[in-house]
């Protein structure tokens, strides 16, 4: 399917990918997946053998786009599955350009909602449930709205792509339970312990996870009625301040203390063989 929105809110899928690859995944092949799965299974496996606490998120990223594919590959799941493969892709890359960003050293380059993420995960100032929240956060509420407008808010035919959209909270709720304890198995054991301040139950999580979706969704619709320069200005303005402000409500929510990060870091050193 052929990309409908701007132009500017479509990132460069040349670090990542082939020319092959961005060929079928800007075609909408449900087979660029797997192209991109075996780019996020290369950056988790080196953060979770470290216990990196970044891990966090990245396993949070590859195990819900295991389970888009199983989705995808319904039949009738999605109305229109070549558009959601090619918002895969390019979702993928919003994070894979911060993450390479933050490495590289080009902080300024990196979204605010991502510097607090992975400020927390270098100073280890966050528990695990915080660290996978902030950067669904950072994902979700930050770089979501631009993919929504860069591939177009309507179809062809002039439907909405909202139903599309509120299918993915329907593959999300399948991954959430499993995800929450594979977290907790091999990382932190708080995660899923309601008992602890810094645990949580699947249907809050997945709640959480929708509302910000949602959330997602409306900025992009603002953003794509900008139609001045000013306007679009106020849109991004209130996309980067959204993210931002409820990164750092979850930081503050889920701060804790160095001994509680080395013996989170312990635990991982033993259970995440």
Not at 94 to 103: E, H, R, T, V
């Amino acid at each position: 399917p052929a990309l409908t929105g701007p132009a500017s809110y479509h990132p460069d899928l040349t670090p990542w990918y082939t020319a092959d690859e961005i060929s079928r995944c800007r075609g909408g092949s449900y087979d660029c997946v797997q192209d991109t799965l075996r780019i996020m299974e290369s950056r988790f496996d080196p953060l979770a053998a470290s216990c990196d606490h970044r891990a966090l998120f990245a396993l949070a990223y590859l195990r819900t786009t295991e389970e888009y594919e199983r989705a995808a590959a319904e039949p009738g799941f999605f109305r229109d599955p070549a558009l959601v493969n090619v918002e895969d892709v390019f979702f993928a890359a919003y994070y894979f350009k911060a993450y390479d960003d933050w490495a590289a050293g080009r902080t300024a380059a990196v979204p605010a909602a991502w510097r607090i993420a992975f400020t927390a995960a270098e100073n280890r100032s966050v528990s695990g449930l915080g660290d996978l929240l902030l950067g669904m956060n950072a994902h979700i509420t930050r770089d979501l709205p631009y993919v929504l407008v860069g591939l177009g808010l309507v179809g062809p035919d002039g439907q909405s792509r909202h139903a599309d959209h509120l299918k993915v909270n329907v593959f999300l709720d399948r991954v959430i339970a499993p995800l929450l304890d594979e977290a907790a198995a091999r990382f932190d054991p708080t995660i899923n312990n309601v008992e602890s301040p810094y645990g949580i139950t699947y249907d809050a999580f997945m709640a959480l996870i929708a509302t910000w979706r949602e959330i997602a969704w409306t900025n992009a619709v603002l953003l794509a009625a900008a139609n001045t320069p000013l306007l679009r200005t106020v849109a991004q303005n209130t996309i980067e301040l959204t993210s931002a402000t409820l990164a750092t409500t979850v930081r503050a929510t889920f701060l804790y203390t160095p001994r509680l990060a080395d013996t989170r870091d312990q635990y991982c050193a033993t259970h995440n063989a």
